[in-house]
């Protein structure tokens, strides 16, 4: 249970503190943060968490990566579930205070018919500067990918291991430099199901592709880590 507490805390920060940002200071008139300010909202809620309570649960915060780290052989198969249930419940948690904080601004409401809306994710129309699905997925599969690479390989036994949450941090900021204009950033399926819950209509229907990409992805990383990269035992 502490492993899944932690699960469902650092997914609540991640989803509070980057999306939160993106919601409260992304277009603040005169000093808004912009994409540079969210991206870094982003890297730094996954960096404190890696530090706060990841050598409790491992500190995914994640669904792809979980699946990712699984096939890296990381991980247990019968964790899986778990752990993606206490995501996904952390992220709808924070998304559920994201919503009640905005309605306390006169005027606040959910306009689903626009792109990134309550910070969700989406393609096409739904997409912040028009991308298409083939486009969508495609970036969601390779920067999930190169994520699970990066975790994988950071928090390996003869890496250094202190500075494993800097590089894991720091690579989520640049995923989302990235890719916030295509599909406003998910690598992260619970992050994606806490918006669209909320946000419904679309949002919800194109939900499918934040998460089979970003675990396609992470399943592919975590396989080429294992079967490539990893040093492997002398016999």
């Known amino acids: 249970m ?9 997914t609540y920060w991640l989803v509070f503190g980057g999306c939160g940002s993106a919601l409260f200071a992304a277009g603040f008139p005169d000093l808004g ?3 540079a300010g969210v991206s870094l909202a982003f890297g730094l809620t996954v960096l404190t968490m890696a530090y706060a309570v990841g050598h409790i649960s491992g500190g995914h915060f994640n669904p792809a990566v ?16 778990p752990y993606i249930v206490s995501q996904c419940l952390g992220g709808i948690a924070a998304a559920g ?4 904080i905005l309605s306390g601004k006169e005027g606040f409401a959910i306009d689903n018919t626009k792109a990134g809306a309550f910070a969700t994710n989406g393609y096409g129309a739904f997409s912040p500067d028009g991308y ?8 969601e599969f390779i920067l999930t990918m190169f994520f699970v690479l990066i ?3 950071a928090t390996d036994k003869l890496a250094n291991g202190k500075f494993a949450g800097v590089a894991i941090g720091l690579a989520l900021t640049l995923i ?4 916030i204009p295509i599909t406003n950033t998910s690598v992260n399926p619970a992050r994606s199901t806490s918006q669209a819950v909320f946000a419904q209509e679309e949002s919800l229907s194109q939900l ?3 998460w089979v990409a970003p675990i396609a992805g992470a399943l592919v990383g975590g396989f080429i880590y294992k079967l490539f990269l990893d040093k492997k035992e002398d016999l």
């Open 151 to 153: 975790i994988v390989g």
């Open 2 to 10: 502490r492993k899944l507490f932690a699960e469902f805390f650092g």
């Open 66 to 81: 979980s699946f990712g780290l699984w096939a890296s052989g990381r991980f247990s198969g019968k964790d899986l579930l």
């Open 132 to 139: 298409s699905v083939g486009s969508a997925f495609v970036a």
């Open 97 to 100: 205070t994201l919503l009640f």
């Open 208 to 210: 499918w592709l934040f």
């Open 176 to 179: 989302h430099l990235i890719s």
């Open 33 to 35: 943060i912009g994409f």
